[in-house]
């Protein structure tokens, strides 16, 4: 698709490193939305915990507290996977925002609501390559999406009530995980049947991710930093500092968001 696209380069580039800032409601919400889709919940819940689960089935695994020789190679494997993972999925996101404005945006169509409505937006602007590349993207990130969705709001509500959670226990085992699993997964294949209109319910279930993500980021934040309850594992540093730096960012979204709703 970008390969495709007409896109004027310097333009492009210019507007990643000095971005124009409009000062209403929708500039604001849509930032919150797309830090909604890049602190997902996979980040707050189903990675940790997948460690957590790691450390239960594998015997060879002990939380690091107990088991400080651990840390490096588990740090590095978890720095690899969190580096690699966070840099396709931006560079993935900042070529689909530049296909986008070069194609769609640049003639005019600002309102789709509806993915075959985007992809014969961009049928007479790209040709059939284009149709077919956006409906193999559509594809798989439904087949990507939906497990990951589902089964980090499994976690998140398994492990708030305390109860047994994995994808490695029966369900007999984790009865509220693989109902959650189960259900978030029905509603979000029974919303293709109702007249919601699925680009808007991806946009605002970003911006509530979005919002969301602030408490948790404070939350967060404030529990890396006590030793008595990451032992020697505190967050400090550079690591910290970027750390805040990124809660600030979001929060001065989510504020902006909020007083140019209101002015």
Aim: glycine share 10%; charged share 10%.
């Amino acid at each position: 698709m970008l390969a495709a696209a007409n896109v004027p380069w310097l333009e492009a580039l210019v507007g990643i490193v000095v971005p124009t800032v409009t000062w209403n409601s929708d500039y604001f919400t849509t930032l919150v939305a797309i830090a909604g889709t890049t602190i997902s919940p996979y980040l707050f819940f189903w990675q940790a915990a997948q460690e957590a689960e790691e450390v239960r089935v594998e015997p060879e695994r002990t939380p690091l507290r107990w088991a400080r020789w651990q840390a490096p190679a588990a740090f590095a494997r978890i720095r690899t996977d969190t580096t690699v993972g966070m840099g396709f999925s931006n560079i993935i996101a900042i070529a689909i925002m530049i296909t986008t404005a070069a194609t769609l945006n640049a003639h005019g169509i600002t309102n789709i609501e509806t993915s075959s409505q985007a992809a014969e937006a961009l049928r007479p602007i790209a040709g059939d390559f284009a149709y077919l590349i956006f409906a193999l993207g559509i594809i798989g990130t439904g087949l990507l999406g939906v497990p990951v969705l589902a089964g980090s709001a499994a976690y998140a509500i398994g492990e708030a009530w305390r109860a047994p959670v994995g994808l490695t226990r029966s369900p007999q085992e984790a009865l509220i995980f693989y109902t959650t699993l189960g259900v978030a997964t029905l509603v979000g294949n029974g919303l293709n049947f109702t007249p919601i209109s699925p680009i808007q319910a991806l946009y605002w279930s970003a911006v509530i991710n979005g919002v969301v993500a602030l408490p948790i980021m404070v939350i967060l934040m404030m529990l890396t930093a006590r030793s008595n309850i990451m032992g020697e594992f505190t967050v400090r540093g550079w690591l910290r500092g970027l750390g805040w730096v990124s809660t600030g960012a979001m929060a001065l979204c989510v504020v902006g968001m909020g007083v140019s709703s209101f002015l």
